[in-house]
């Protein structure tokens, strides 16, 4: 028998009892088995805790009301999980059980999902690529050979094989959008405060946001009526009242009234060619459901880049002081004094990327240097919000590629850190101003890799940028897409 796939279909089939949770719950844990040694998607899988759970929500009598009843999910190593290890793909971490659950985790679960396990990332969602993870590479299941982006490329890849219909990820610089545009499935990354991030490792606490991988829009916005909303454990989350973002979207794909601001003086170079023709595709593929296309400039948006790598860096520099092998983690033993057990449990549990970062991060907050970087940071940054809120008086959203390039190959970039980093530079902009952005699937390479859009929105004004996706994937096909290594490898 063949089983649903997508959030709705499976939640409908298992109210129905066409099929048991457990029998769902069982088909996503073989697909993982057969799938995760060459993609190594997932760094830990809750196997018995998955099918106890499924088995449970099967015994339940009033379980109709519940929107992800059965529902497979997978989560970011770095959302805590009870009982489940976190450990943010890092060294320092590696033996962590966390004895809570983050916010997001008990709203799934309260809504009938099954936790099947945690998925591969960049350490402390640092990077763009997950070759930065401590337990080796995430790979694309278009191509082994390729990177499915960063920093949640576990869950992006699990996704796009299949493995689950919805994965949860983190987006600080693009984490959720760039590795969804790179493995073909939609990435949602909310307005910051719209989901609580209690419960989340922090890499940046300004920036980061959680939100969900799926293979449609519809999925996304199931997901997102379900984690979003206020959270008296956050004290950042907003207390604006949360729409129904799946009543939100158009049913006939129909953008009338809509406009679509295009920066254009930000494509004229480091664009390759394929993304470029996809993207321009795209925009006339709007134009003919009703969308208004029009110009928009982003003055500041060439600054987004170092701006964030000294705020992302001087915020993650005072979130991982915290990991010094005192309380929980790894703790290097053969330390004499105190300080030394300090410099030997973060050098020896920390990987390259992360101590760039806070040996970066530091320095911008040092007293001589604070004027000169973290202060003129943040003084741009504010110039690029205002930017895009000049953008907004006469666009409802604004469209960009997702990424300059499709997915390129493992260690690629990994010795030259700066054109690493600008694989974010569509996506960072969003974080530094606090806005909501989506990436789906807007065509492919010559090669057949996946190529991303992506449409930004007012703050809080999510619902909007969902009903512009959906009205572009009911219009074309490219999210029915699915890699043939996926399909071959779990034959």
């Not at 450990?87 to 033996?95: D, F, H, K, P, Y």
């Not at 601001?261 to 003086?265: D, N, S």
């Given at each position: 028998m063949d089983l649903p796939t997508d959030v709705r279909s499976i939640r409908d089939a298992v109210v129905k009892r066409d099929v048991s949770a457990v029998e769902v719950c069982q088909a996503a844990l073989d697909r993982i088995d057969a799938l995760n040694a060459p993609l190594n998607a997932f760094r830990a899988i809750a196997r018995e805790r998955a099918l106890a759970r499924a088995a449970e929500l099967d015994g339940r009598r009033h379980g109709a009301s519940l929107p992800l009843l059965g529902v497979p999910i997978a989560l970011k190593d770095n959302l805590c999980t009870r009982g489940i290890p976190t450990?943010?793909?890092?060294?320092?971490?590696?033996?962590y059980v966390p004895p809570y659950d983050a916010t997001v985790v008990k709203r799934l679960e309260a809504a009938g999902a099954v936790i099947v396990g945690k998925t591969n990332c960049d350490e402390f969602a640092m990077g763009s690529s997950t070759e930065n993870s401590a337990y080796g590479p995430t790979r694309n299941p278009w191509a082994l050979d390729r990177t499915p982006g960063g920093s949640s490329g576990g869950s992006a890849a699990a996704v796009a094989a299949g493995m689950v219909a919805v994965a949860l990820g983190s987006d600080t610089g693009g984490s959720i959008r760039q590795p969804a545009a790179l493995c073909g499935v939609v990435g949602f990354k909310p307005s910051y405060a719209r989901v609580s991030r209690y419960g989340l490792l922090a890499f940046a606490s300004s920036l980061d946001q959680i939100g969900p991988f799926a293979s449609s829009v519809c999925d996304a916005a199931l997901v997102l009526n379900v984690i979003?909303?206020?959270?008296?454990?956050?004290?950042?989350?907003s207390q604006a009242a949360v729409p129904d973002f799946s009543a939100a979207l158009s049913g006939e794909g129909d953008l009338r009234g809509i406009r679509i601001?295009?920066?254009?003086?930000l494509f004229r170079e480091g664009v390759d060619r394929d993304v470029m023709q996809?993207?321009?595709a795209a925009i006339e593929v709007t134009r003919h459901r009703g969308a208004e296309i029009v110009d928009v400039t982003l003055e500041h948006s060439p600054e987004a880049i170092p701006v964030y790598y000294v705020i992302a860096t001087a915020e993650a520099s005072a979130n991982l002081a915290r990991y010094d092998g005192v309380r929980y983690g790894f703790r290097a033993k053969d330390a004499a004094t105190l300080t030394e057990m300090y410099d030997r449990t973060r050098g020896r549990g920390f990987g390259r990327e992360v101590k760039r970062r806070v040996i970066l991060g530091t320095y911008v907050l040092s007293a001589g240097y604070y004027d000169a970087y973290y202060r003129k940071a943040q003084q741009v940054r504010t110039l690029i919000r205002r930017d895009y809120d000049r953008a907004f008086t006469s666009a409802d959203v604004i469209a960009m590629p997702t990424s300059p390039t499709a997915a390129f190959k493992l260690g690629e970039r990994t010795d030259d850190p700066v054109q690493m980093?600008?694989?974010?530079?569509?996506t960072v902009g969003a974080n530094l101003a606090g806005l909501p952005g989506i990436s789906l699937p807007c065509g492919f390479t010559a090669t057949r890799l996946p190529i991303g859009l992506q449409f930004t929105g007012r703050v809080l004004e999510d619902a909007t940028v969902l009903r512009v996706a959906h009205a572009y994937e009911r219009a074309t096909s490219w999210s029915k897409e699915r890699p043939p290594v996926a399909s071959e490898l779990s034959r």
């Open positions: 450990t943010a793909s890092s060294r320092i971490l590696e033996n979003a909303g206020h959270d008296a454990c956050d004290a950042t989350s601001g295009v920066p254009r003086h996809a993207f321009d980093y600008l694989s974010d530079v569509f």
